[in-house]
């Protein structure tokens, strides 16, 4: 079966390149000049997440405190939008790997200014896909989502959902239909459970277009552990559900069935070092069971590196 656009612009060993927050590690996360930036550099799918400011208008943001980004302590929920405060000038790496360094957003147009949905579709060149994550369980935001998406003319070239959330996912289906999906976590375990009993063809692909979207943990996974505020049990946690992780998700074989069987692109992340590019390409060595796309904070560096593989 064929993989709907861009997907299908995939082939074995030459994953497409998806840009985490619009490639955060070269421009200003989530910001229109990373949006310019990750184009620049080829990137066909930019990652971008979505919030509410106090009016409920969707703007491109991920924390729901702008204390790490903006330095200001609030929630950005309770923040009018005329009142949303700039970006840092120097932002620091979310996931502090070997090659990362801290943004400089004045060096950038637009670098320091948190934009809204209706302004990075407008902004999007028109073969761009824009994959959508959005933060919060609210079915206003999501048809305020879907609302500018048809204003825009862009239903074909947007994917949306929250890996976290079935309600966000439900509330997708029901608000654009004819836009795809990544699916839920809860999801992918479920189908991850049918698989290793061997029983993945008793699984019923949800209606509409679905992403196939999981974390590949191949090292970077460390380095996010030592900045997250969290010590005592609460680490030990994470570092077993990191191993377990390891040892679930690169499964060559189920990435061949649902990309041959139902058109379900795969998609890994958060992949920003050559030794995780590796990794990723590693899975049956470019074959049937190859991922579709890296999700990445060096789009530049990613393609760069594809080009000379």
């Not at 997440?49 to 330095?71: C, M, N, Q, Y």
């Not at 790496?93 to 090659?99: F, G, H, N, Q, R």
């Not at 074909?156 to 966000?168: C, E, H, K």
């Not at 050559?274 to 991922?291: F, V, Y």
Request: charged residues 20%; contains cysteine.
């Amino acid at each position: 079966m064929v993989l709907p656009g861009p997907w299908n612009e995939s082939v074995p060993g030459r994953p497409l390149v998806v840009s985490h927050r619009a490639g955060g590690n070269e421009a200003p996360e989530n910001t229109l000049a990373a949006l310019r930036s990750a184009e620049a550099a080829g990137s066909k799918v930019m990652q971008m997440d979505i919030l509410p400011t106090r009016e409920g208008t969707p703007v491109i943001f991920h924390d729901t405190s702008l204390k790490r980004a903006t330095g200001l302590d609030a929630d950005i929920r309770q923040v009018a939008t005329r009142n949303l405060p700039q970006l840092l000038k120097v932002l620091q790496p979310l996931i502090p790997t070997a090659s990362a360094e801290p943004v400089h957003t004045e060096d950038f147009k637009d670098g320091r200014r948190i934009p809204s949905l209706k302004e990075l579709l407008l902004e999007a060149d028109d073969s761009t896909y824009l994959l959508l994550e959005i933060w919060e369980e609210s079915q206003p935001l999501v048809r305020a989502v879907a609302d500018e998406v048809r204003r825009a003319g862009k239903a074909d070239r947007v994917i949306l959902g929250s890996l976290g959330s079935p309600a966000v996912w439900r509330m997708c289906h029901e608000e654009l239909p004819e836009a795809q999906r990544i699916l839920p976590m809860r999801e992918i375990y479920w189908l991850y459970a049918l698989h290793l009993l061997g029983l993945e063809r008793c699984w019923k692909p949800p209606p509409g277009r679905s992403v196939f979207n999981i974390p590949l943990f191949t090292g970077w996974e460390a380095a996010f552990a030592k900045v997250l505020p969290i010590t005592g049990w609460r680490a030990l946690l994470m570092r077993l559900s990191f191993a377990f992780g390891r040892w679930l998700f690169p499964r060559p074989r189920l990435f061949a069935w649902l990309q041959e069987r139902h058109s379900i692109p795969v998609v890994v992340f958060i992949l920003s070092e050559p030794e995780d590019w590796k990794a990723a390409l590693a899975l049956n060595n470019g074959g049937p069971g190859s991922i579709t796309a890296i999700m990445t904070d060096s789009p530049a560096a990613l393609r760069t590196w594809l080009l000379g593989t």
